[in-house]
């Protein structure tokens, strides 16, 4: 936090970490315009190894919900085999209120 604000940037990326009361500051560290990519441990993950813990394991759609006030751009849930591992990936852009026509910036449709 600085000056009881959270600091922005224009791209923010998480990985292999889950502390949920961290998603609203992570959301508004994202810059208007800018991007957040997380991609963590979804709960089929303790078929395959650790961590095993609920508390941090992504519940089905878990990042989805976390995230609805961005735009989101992909979204992934499901198995890896290299090393085996069940996870949730999302890519969203956080809109930028300063853009009256669209919510997305160009460069970041599909």
Known sequence: MHNGQARQFGAV???????????????????????????????EHKTVGKPSNPEFLLRPNELLTAFKSMHV??????????????????AAVRPDLGEVTRQTPARYTL
Request: glycine fraction near 6%.
């Open 73 to 90: 751009v992909a979204f992934e849930d499901g198995f890896l085999d290299h090393p085996p591992r069940f996870v949730q990936r999302i």
């Open 13 to 43: 990326i998480v990985t292999n970490y889950l502390w949920r009361p961290l998603f609203e500051l992570i959301a508004q560290s994202v810059a208007p315009g800018g991007v957040l990519i997380y991609e963590t441990f979804s709960q």
